[in-house]
T-cell receptor, first 118, second 112 residues
Framework: EPEVTQTPSHQVTQMGQEVILRCVPISNHLYFYWYRQILGQKVEFLVSFYNNEISEKSEIFDDQFSVERPDGSNFTLKIRSTKLEDSAMYFC????????????????FGPGTRLTVT | GEDVEQSLFLSVREGDSSVINCTYTDSSSTYLYWYKQEPGAGLQLLTYIFSNMDMKQDQRLTVLLNKKDKHLSLRIADTQTGDSAIYFCAESMDNAGNMLTFGGGTRLMVKP
């Protein structure tokens, strides 16, 4: 069964460094998402991406974050200057299309990348 | 903004039914979901319900939606040790770019 993959599984970085988290969505999917979960807190939406553009973003997704689809398979989340509070599990997800009205498309989640900022 | 709340923990004996509850605040939710997370794994969609439905059954899973009280529940019949996991309630709205808003998760422990 097709699945979303993420690399690395665990990334340790120093405060102020840039990190890039990588995701390979399911191949025929057109919508891509990033979520994060700080330890002990809720899973929070960061951003959705379609047709090489951000379609929706949350308040968390400020100027230090960016997303890119650099080629036909990868979807990346870049954090420019990491802070201690960026330490979290970051989940990538993809869906074939956007759910609308009675037409439902499942968001498939990857296993996550645990980011530790020291 | 939207808020989704769940109790933190539920413990049941193998073979019993489990009921996991969730409340949400936004009455314009279009879909409501139950996701399962096993250790070291991502979020797996178990089931979902469209907001104009009251109930959905899928094998051992029964979802009940009370829109008036903004209450969603997941019943797992004949709970097995393999059902031990964290269960997340979530919602989405049509005009919100498919953004999912999650609850904090309920850890289900199934004792043999």
């Amino acid at each position: 069964e097709p699945e979303v993959t993420q690399t690395p599984s665990h990334q340790v970085t120093q405060m102020g460094q840039e990190v890039i988290l990588r995701c390979v969505p399911i191949s025929n999917h057109l919508y891509f998402y990033w979520y994060r979960q700080i330890l002990g807190q809720k899973v929070e939406f960061l951003v959705s991406f379609y047709n090489n553009e951000i379609s929706e973003k949350s308040e968390i997704f400020d100027d230090q974050f960016s997303v890119e689809r650099p080629d036909g398979s990868n979807f990346t989340l870049k954090i420019r200057s990491t802070k201690l509070e960026d330490s979290a599990m970051y989940f990538c997800a993809s869906s074939e299309f956007a759910t609308s009205g009675l037409t439902f498309y499942e968001q498939y989640f990857g296993p996550g990348t645990r980011l530790t900022v020291t | 903004g939207e808020d989704v709340e769940q109790s933190l923990f539920l413990s049941v004996r193998e073979g019993d039914s489990s009921v996991i509850n969730c409340t949400y605040t936004d009455s314009s939710s279009t879909y409501l979901y139950w996701y399962k997370q096993e250790p070291g794994a991502g979020l797996q969609l178990l089931t979902y319900i469209f907001s104009n439905m009251d109930m959905k059954q899928d094998q051992r899973l029964t979802v009940l939606l009370n829109k008036k009280d903004k209450h969603l529940s997941l019943r797992i019949a004949d709970t097995q040790t393999g059902d031990s996991a964290i269960y997340f309630c979530a919602e989405s709205m049509d005009n919100a770019g498919n953004m999912l808003t999650f609850g904090g998760g309920t850890r289900l422990m199934v004792k043999p």
